[in-house]
């Protein structure tokens, strides 16, 4: 499993980017998927987990409602959709897979076997 996230960047707050989630060696489909985040000074923190065909996802409370997290097993591609975005979502992203509990994500970071490299989110306010 190679995971790479995408899409980060610089956007005014109240705006939206659309973050990817992918695996070159296209086998994404096996695996739960979660997003995390960590801000400068600060600990990883759980965004969103989505289940390995996506019929179980979720979102922390800090993004509900703002947030949402799809994927298609067809494409083997996971997103990460963030609308009115607020500067305290800056960060950078990271896209983890578990192959345990792929029924049913979890929110627990040590759960995760695969993690890709984050992708920069810039919100300015």
């Known amino acids: 499993v190679q995971l790479q996230a995408s899409g980060g960047g610089l956007v005014q707050a109240g705006g939206s980017l659309r973050l990817s989630c992918s695996d070159s060696?296209?086998?994404?489909?096996?695996?739960?998927v979660g997003w995390f985040r960590q801000a400068p000074g600060k600990e990883r923190e759980f965004v969103a987990a989505?289940?390995?065909?996506?019929?179980?996802?979720y979102c922390a409370d800090s993004v509900k409602g703002r947030f949402n997290v799809t994927r298609d097993t067809v494409v083997d591609m996971v997103w990460l959709d963030m609308n009115n975005l607020k500067p305290e979502d800056t960060a950078v992203y990271f896209c983890?897979?578990?192959?345990?509990?792929?029924?049913?994500?979890?929110?627990?970071?040590?759960?995760?076997?695969?993690w890709g490299q984050g992708t920069q989110v810039t919100v300015q306010g």
């Open positions: 060696a296209r086998t994404l489909h096996r695996y739960a």
């Open positions: 983890a897979a578990d192959r345990g509990t792929v029924t049913n994500p979890t929110r627990n970071e040590d759960e995760y076997d695969f």
């Open positions: 989505a289940s390995w065909n996506g019929l179980v996802r």
